[in-house]
């Protein structure tokens, strides 16, 4: 358990919320945020007198994406992670799987929840807070919020994009991928990732009516709903999206980096995070 | 006829147009395999952009000449025209799982083998006049499961049996085009998206393009070449169909 | 098959359900159910399918176009029906039944939504004021170009009170509009206007509804004006892409779930109300409902 994420339930009007509150870290996820959230998923699937789920963030941001200083711990976690000074290909295989696309990964946790999730997404919507947007059903988005993943275009993309291709279409999804860009609200909307966008300040009143009006259904209607979607989601190959971004995810690690190419995870190694976000943004930014 | 040019890490891949392409042209269709193909295998190169040096990147072709083609791959070169076009060595596809980032800048119109191209590469930037028609009525290897994937099933069915070619803003709007951008600018428009793309780590573009390709499997893209064969005669029967009924028009 | 129906449905049909061919080869099947915004009865969709399949064998016939008489295209099927479904001594429905209904005289291999998604002519819908239900999910999704007006209102309206229903889980419906608005629109149950349908993708084009008919035929005009060995190739095509992408499939609706869903105490149920006050009373038992929960949030 962590004060990070918060897990709080209003069994009255059926709705389980999981506020994001790590703000002097922008909301970046440890890993004790990753399995905290994850927890409180399994915990409202289990609750019957929980029908829609609302995730939203204190501060400014939804969060900047993993925690890139735990990025070598999450391995040393998993098991054969600690055996050699380079983590085993096995620990990197087993800690994607069980952190993000796993059966009881993060992303798979939101995205076969039984229940009806909503995001609020404000500021910086980075890595996690991009998946937050592709898992969730409904989004709201403030007109701060920006959507991307810079790491990608540091390292080369590591996770899941059948889902970014099936909200936005191949060539856009490419741009997101390869580019380093970010989308702000609008064109977030445009292109198929949010629902609609809000003024900051009423975000999370309207995140919270648009949960409630979800409970409206009957919880038959919303588990009928979802166990087809979860086939269908099947059917499009999202699970299989899945499978392979584990598999891939747990090559990033292996990546040569040749000479004149910027290592950002050495930077962070050597440097620390914020000497090594200010070299990268020199670096692909000049 | 094919030129190619590399400034750091990025390949320039130029061409006079598509026309060759679009007449099933086998020698044509091998040079543009081997110069990406090359191109792509090379440790220096991250980024490919294909143009054309012509005004049009892809001008539609004349009937006479659809038929003529239509005999490349429903008479006796079809095994040869395959193996050029639709195999997994063949054109297509090493443009569709190109192991490196593929970019095609258009100006003028794009019919045709064009709009195959299109599909087939990662970005397209295009000049604001441009004009992109379906590659469906004259390709028996275009792939529709590619266009939906681009812009959703049904544009790609409005594409395909719409009256008219597509303007720029309706390509942009389909997310079939990235960027469309004033005529002088579109060569520079590509090489700056192209070299966006070369910030990538070598290796991290090879795990992209990994990721890319195993998703394109799982969607059917790669079964959707596979079936290229199947749909010769029947392409080549509505080629002599269309042209009986103009010439009938005609007369 | 066994034509289901009763005696009033079944001899109301081929006047609700009409058809004519001109002689450039455009076939219009058009529902005339005005009354009712052409809620399609059990006779009225199986005699749809049997114009479908009659276009598909006539070579005269170079396109199919579809609309509907009065102020809507289709509200959807008509609910409580009596189409031979009662069994002397049952009063819940059976599986049996619900997949009889569900299935062959719906979405499934035997129904009129299957022979639209694989007919083998190209289909054209003309769509204006209201589409929702299974007008939505097996026949505006289903058609190869779709054209609506600004003031359609387009969806599976019935999802407030039924679930989604399908509406979220539907291949096709994703791979048309994007998964994040099959989401949207499945969970809240909003109506899709035509400019959103046509931003979104599912539309061909949106235009005034004066312009509606003359857009149509200037579209159906221009394919039956092509060969058809060449529209038969676009068919092949399009049928071959589909299976691929498994978008032609029948997607699993709540068609067939529905009569089995069970409202806990603090839920209301659909078909309960509609026993007590009928279908109008439950709508409107629905909104009441809604407007509370909205100035519940509110107040808080």
């Given amino acids: 358990m962590t004060s990070q994420i918060r897990c709080e339930k209003n069994v009255q009007a059926h709705t389980g919320r999981i506020v994001i509150n790590r703000v002097d870290m922008d909301n970046a996820f440890s890993i004790e945020m990753v399995k905290a959230m994850r927890d409180g998923f399994a915990d409202f699937a289990q609750d019957d007198a929980i029908k829609a789920i609302l995730i939203c963030a204190e501060g400014e941001h939804l969060t900047c994406g993993f925690d890139l200083t735990q990025v070598e711990e999450i391995y040393k976690q998993a098991p054969g992670g600690s055996s050699k000074k380079v983590p085993s290909q096995r620990a990197r295989l087993m800690a994607q799987d069980a952190l993000w696309w796993g059966t009881d990964g993060l992303y798979k946790r939101i995205l076969h929840s039984p229940k009806v999730t909503v995001l609020a997404a404000k500021g910086m919507c980075h890595e996690v807070g991009l998946y937050l947007s592709l898992c969730c059903d409904l989004v709201l988005a403030a007109d701060t919020a920006r959507f991307g993943n810079p790491r990608w275009s540091h390292l080369g993309v590591d996770g899941d994009i059948s889902m970014l291709v099936a909200a936005v279409g191949l060539k856009r999804a490419k741009e997101l991928m390869m580019f380093g860009l970010e989308w702000d609200a609008r064109e977030a909307q445009t292109y198929g990732l949010v629902d609609e966008v809000i003024n900051e300040v009423q975000l999370d009143a309207a995140a919270l009516e648009l949960a409630t009006l979800c409970t409206q259904v009957m919880r038959d209607g919303i588990a009928a709903e979802k166990h087809v979607v979860f086939a269908s989601l099947a059917k499009m190959q999202i699970s299989t999206g899945f499978a392979t971004a584990a598999t891939v995810g747990a090559w990033a690690s292996n990546i040569h980096f040749r000479p004149g190419e910027f290592n950002f995870l050495r930077e962070v190694r050597n440097q620390g995070l914020d000497s090594a976000l200010t070299a990268a943004d020199t670096h692909f930014h000049p | 006829m094919i030129h190619v040019t590399e400034t750091g890490a990025v390949a320039t891949i130029t061409l006079r147009d598509c026309e060759p392409l679009s007449r099933h042209d086998i020698d044509f269709a091998m040079q543009l395999r081997d110069a990406v193909r090359d191109t792509a295998d090379s440790n220096t190169i991250k980024a490919i952009v294909i143009c054309a040096s012509g005004p049009d990147f892809s001008p539609p072709s004349s009937p006479t000449d659809l038929l003529k083609a239509a005999e490349m791959f429903s008479g006796a070169m079809r095994h040869k025209w395959h193996a050029a076009y639709c195999a997994p060595s063949g054109l297509y596809q090493n443009l569709a799982y190109c192991k490196k980032v593929l970019l095609t800048a258009v100006q003028g119109r794009c019919a045709g083998a064009g709009s195959m191209l299109v599909l087939c590469s990662d970005f397209t930037v295009c000049a604001s006049r441009s004009s992109f028609e379906s590659p469906f009525a004259t390709l028996p290897e275009s792939s529709l499961v590619l266009a939906a994937l681009t812009m959703r099933l049904n544009r790609a069915k409005s594409w395909m049996l719409g009256p008219q070619a597509w303007n720029s803003e309706q390509a942009v709007q389909a997310g079939l085009v990235n960027r469309a951008v004033d005529a002088a600018l579109v060569s520079s428009q590509a090489q700056t998206m192209a070299q966006l793309a070369a910030r990538m780590p070598l290796d991290g573009i090879a795990m992209t393009k990994l990721l890319a390709e195993a998703f394109l499997d799982t969607q059917g893209v790669g079964q959707d070449f596979d079936m290229a064969g199947f749909y010769c005669d029947s392409m080549a029967a509505a080629l002599h169909a269309r042209r009986s009924q103009q010439r009938g028009a005609s007369a | ?300």
């Fill in chain 3, 1 to 300: 098959m066994k034509a289901y129906g009763n005696p009033d449905s079944l001899r109301s049909a081929p006047g609700q359900v009409l058809f004519e061919k001109s002689a450039n080869g455009i076939a219009r099947i058009t529902l005339n159910r005005p009354e009712k915004h052409n809620a399609m009865t059990v006779p009225m969709r199986a005699r749809l399918m049997t114009l479908i399949h009659q276009c598909e064998e006539d070579d005269d016939v170079r396109v199919i176009v579809l609309s509907g008489n009065g102020k809507s295209f289709c509200s959807g099927n008509e609910i409580n029906e009596d189409w031979g479904q009662r069994v002397p001594g049952q009063k819940r429905m059976t599986l049996t039944m619900a997949n009889r209904y569900a299935s062959d005289l719906n979405y499934g291999r035997q129904g009129f939504s299957q022979a639209l998604t694989r007919c083998s002519k190209i289909t054209v819908l003309q769509l204006h004021g209201y589409c929702a239900a299974a007008a939505y999910f097996m026949i505006a999704t289903r058609s190869d170009l779709v054209v609506v007006t600004p003031n359609s209102k387009i969806g599976a309206l019935e999802a407030r009170f039924l679930g989604p229903a399908g509406a979220v889980s539907a291949v096709h419906i994703n791979r048309i509009l994007g998964t994040k608005a099959a989401r949207r629109y499945g969970y809240t149950g909003a109506a899709m206007s035509g400019d959103d349908a046509l931003r979104l993708g599912l539309a061909h084009s949106c235009v005034s509804d004066e312009a509606l008919h003359s857009e149509v035929n200037t579209i159906a005009m221009h394919i039956a004006s092509q060969p058809l060995p060449l529209l038969a190739y676009y068919k092949a095509r399009i049928r071959a892409a589909e299976s691929l992408f498994q978008t032609n499939v029948r997607e699993i609706s709540g068609l067939l779930f529905s009569h089995f869903l069970q409202a806990d105490q603090d839920e209301a149920h659909f078909w309960t109300k509609v026993k007590e006050s009928g279908v109008g009373g439950a709508l409107i038992a629905d909104k009441a409902r809604l407007a509370a929960a909205t100035k519940k949030v509110e107040a808080a």
